[in-house]
Nanobody, 127 residues
Framework: QVQLVESGGGLVQAGGSLRLSCAAS????????MGWFRQAPGEEREFVAR????????YYPDSVKGRFIVSRDNAKNTAYLQMNSLKAEDTAVYYC????????????????????WGQGTQVTVSS
């Protein structure tokens, strides 16, 4: 079992920055990869970032590449999502998720491929 709790969301002006945190408990944090997703009203949940178990590998879709940075601190059982140059279209509820599976080269980007989820934190970007 894995429990995840996000924090750090809020209201920010376009062009600003926010850092989200995801505190994990339960299973050994360094044993699973972490992902971040977001969901805007009326939209499907969208993949935002992924980081491997020890942080060596990160992945982003084109929509956030160069603006968002995912990281993790295994000693603190916490993953982070640094969001820079925020745009109005980044407004959504942001979720962190744990993936207990292991892949050699495949990068899971579908919500169904993740095993545990946090409750989400709202990010609102005003234009």
């Amino acid at each position: 079992q894995v429990q995840l709790v996000e924090s750090g969301g809020g209201l920010v002006q376009a062009g600003g920055s926010l850092r989200l945190s995801c505190a994990a408990s339960g299973r050994t944090f360094s044993s699973y990869a972490m992902g971040w997703f977001r969901q805007a009203p009326g939209e499907e949940r969208e993949f935002v970032a992924r980081i491997s178990t020890r942080g060596a590998n990160t992945y982003y879709p084109d929509s956030v590449k160069g603006r968002f940075i995912v990281s993790r601190d295994n000693a603190k059982n916490t993953a982070y999502l640094q969001m820079n140059s925020l745009k109005a279209e980044d407004t959504a509820v942001y979720y962190c998720a744990a993936d207990l599976n292991h892949y050699s080269s495949y990068v899971p980007s579908l919500p169904s491929e993740y095993d545990y989820w946090g409750q989400g934190t709202q990010v609102t970007v005003s234009s």
